[in-house]
């Protein structure tokens, strides 16, 4: 079935760069999402990317997708202590019915 | 208005209690989901209702019961539920069910907890 790896942690110091890192297993998906949670709220959609590109830019976001690695990474520039959150990697399982998260990687912002 | 809201925001309650969880969105959409999260979990996909109707159940236990009065509510009936059942639970809508941007907007949850 459908399964989606990230790494758990990330620390990285203000006004570094962060890569969040994810591997789909669904050659098939025709969208890959990020989505974003802050302590005690829901998801929030950050960005997606379509199969067919390689790289979508959205102001601080960066989104590479290596389909032949089946691997999608997040860059944010110049990561601000408001970038704390877990991120999750989403794609849309085969029947297109449900979005399949991979477990969050915590990204922890220090000044 | 983009938003989704759930309530209540925090819900205790015993096995022998019945409860619901509400969800409301006023922006038209069309379809409407219900997801559990534990600690430190993803997200998982327990319901989803398209157009007013259960399209998807993700062999959920019965003491977990779905509604869709109208286009704009959802409400998540529990009953004899279980310690194992707390979690954070969370409400999404999409304009069409996993249309293909795939955005989904979330409620901030309601965290339950069964003693």
């Known amino acids: 079935g459908e399964d989606v790896e990230q790494s758990l942690f990330l620390s990285v110091r203000e006004g570094d760069s962060s890569v969040i890192n994810c591997t789909y297993t669904d050659s098939s998906s025709t969208y890959l999402y990020w989505y974003k949670q802050e302590p005690g709220a829901g998801l929030q959609l950050l960005t997606y990317i379509f199969s067919n590109m390689d790289m979508k830019q959205d102001q601080r976001l960066t989104v590479l997708l290596n389909k032949k690695d089946k691997h999608l990474s997040l860059r944010i520039a110049d990561t601000q202590t408001g970038d704390s959150a877990i991120y999750f990697c989403?794609?849309?399982?085969?029947?297109?019915?449900?979005?399949?998260f991979g477990k969050g990687t915590t990204l922890s912002v220090s000044s | 208005d983009t938003e989704v809201t759930q309530t209540p925001k925090h819900l205790v309650m015993g096995m022998t209690n019945k409860k619901s969880l509400k969800c409301e969105q006023h922006m038209g959409h069309r379809a409407m989901y219900w997801y559990k999260q534990k600690a430190k979990k993803p997200p998982e996909l327990m319901f989803v209702?398209?157009?007013?109707?259960?399209?998807i159940n993700e062999s959920v236990p019965s003491r977990f019961s779905p509604e869709c009065p109208n286009s704009s509510l959802l409400n998540l009936h529990l009953h004899a539920l279980q310690p194992e059942d707390s979690a954070l639970y969370l409400c999404?809508?999409?304009?069409?069910?996993?249309?293909?941007?795939?955005?989904?907007?979330f409620g901030e949850g309601s965290r339950l907890t069964v003693l």
């Open positions: 999404a809508s999409s304009q069409a069910p996993f249309s293909t941007s795939g955005e989904l907007f």
């Open positions: 989403a794609e849309l399982n085969q029947a297109g019915t449900a979005l399949i």
């Open positions: 209702y398209s157009y007013e109707k259960l399209s």
